[in-house]
């Protein structure tokens, strides 16, 4: 399926760009299912793996199918855009993961993409891992029309500023992997 296909990518970029790395959050994992399939394709590697969503009903889906499985995948419900400032020293993780979610931010929700970035460079101690979704609010067959700054130079333009760019990854028709290290620290 496609979404085996974008874990098996994700996954595969993970192994392939970071080291001596032991934590991995998702920003807005949903039910937990990408860090699931990375604990069981690298069992024992992770010492932290997080998943957080503001979906309660994702949430509490994520804890009982990951208890039920024996996962060591931790779940929290928060909106990670709006956090209490005290979380961030429990939360910070090596790898942080916001896949799928930037376009709905911003065309739905109206953040401001350097709010975005911001936000997740304070999650992460070293290497971000941020879809941009080319197609916008793509469904598979339509989409609304696209304000004319939403492309993936104006993405990169602001990922850049927050992040050292290591690598793009085109891999679905509306998913373009921006791989990169932080830049500064923020508290």
Known sequence: TTLFRSFENVSDCINRYC???NSVLDLAGNQGAMLYYIEQNNPGKY???INIDYDENAIEFSYKNLK???SNVSTFLMNFMLPKSYVYPDFKSD???????THHLILTQGFHIDAIFEQISRFSNKY???EFMPLGLWNGETAPELPKWYNEKWFKKHFKKYFHLKHIKRYEKNRTLFIGTIKTRII
């Not at 790898?95 to 979610?101: G, P, S, T």
């Open 95 to 101: 790898i942080v993961l916001a896949l799928a979610i």
């Open 128 to 130: 971000v891992f941020i």
């Open 47 to 49: 010492k932290n793996l």
């Open 19 to 21: 080291h001596g790395v």
């Open 68 to 70: 039920e499985r024996k």
